[in-house]
T-cell receptor, first 111, second 114 residues
Framework: RKEVEQDPGPFNVPEGATVAFNCTYSNSASQSFFWYRQDCRKEPKLLMS???SGNEDGRFTAQLNRASQYISLLIRDSKLSDSATYLC????????????FGKGTRLSVIA | EPEVTQTPSHQVTQMGQEVILRCVPI?????FYWYRQILGQKVEFLVS????????KSEIFDDQFSVERPDGSNFTLKIRSTKLEDSAMYFCASAEDSSYNEQFFGPGTRLTVL
């Protein structure tokens, strides 16, 4: 199973900052794309699915570039509670198939 | 909000012992998964289960591992003879039958093999 690569960070940003995470995936057959959030020693929690047209959920915006095999996550107006590890996740097929995780990018939002 | 539950939260065992990790998926979900995360490393897929059988498994899921859905609610992962390198967080996940593949994870069981 091929890799999902992310900058491990950590990203240390002040409250209110805008921060962007990038991710590349090596298998061009990948069909489904997600960002998960993982707090220390906790389970991954789905933050948002990533659609080809890009999508936004409040302060979070996700983009997908299939040609470059690149996924991004933008967080605007960072809050202290955004501090976590952000996991880029893909699956090979649409429908219910195993997820392939990146190692994650750690974000610390500082007051 | 419905959630995936797992027991125990922490299991300590001696090398060579058998362990059973338990999961209760979300009730209307049809697809079940086990993943593991060794400390400091990425989450890795172990096995998926649908319609009472394994649908896919990774290279990690060797003969020492087995899964079962003994009744309508529980989904278990058994490791027959634990090794030191089995020490990890084990996450159960479930998903409903949809094209979006949104998997919901349980809180995990931390397995420590001594």
């Amino acid at each position: 199973r091929k890799e999902v690569e992310q900058d491990p960070g950590p990203f240390n940003v002040p409250e209110g900052a805008t921060v962007a995470f990038n991710c590349t995936y090596s298998n061009s057959a990948s069909q489904s794309f997600f960002w998960y959030r993982q707090d220390c020693r906790k389970e991954p929690k789905l933050l948002m699915s990533v659609y080809s047209s890009g999508n936004e959920d409040g302060r979070f915006t996700a983009q997908l570039n299939r040609a470059s095999q690149y996924i991004s996550l933008l967080i605007r107006d960072s809050k202290l509670s955004d501090s976590a590890t952000y996991l880029c996740v893909v699956s090979l097929y649409s429908g219910n198939t195993p997820l392939v995780f990146g190692k994650g990018t750690r974000l610390s939002v500082i007051a | 909000e419905p959630e995936v539950t797992q027991t125990p939260s922490h299991q300590v065992t001696q090398m060579g012992q058998e362990v059973i990790l338990r999961c209760v998926p979300i009730s209307n979900h049809l697809y079940f998964y086990w993943y593991r995360q060794i400390l400091g490393q990425k989450v890795e897929f172990l096995v998926s289960f649908y319609n009472n059988e394994i649908s896919e498994k990774s290279e990690i899921f060797d003969d020492q591992f087995s899964v079962e859905r003994p009744d309508g609610s529980n989904f278990t992962l058994k490791i027959r003879s634990t090794k030191l390198e089995d020490s990890a967080m084990y996450f159960c996940a479930s998903a409903e039958d949809s094209s979006y593949n949104e998997q919901f994870f349980g809180p995990g069981t931390r397995l420590t093999v001594l």
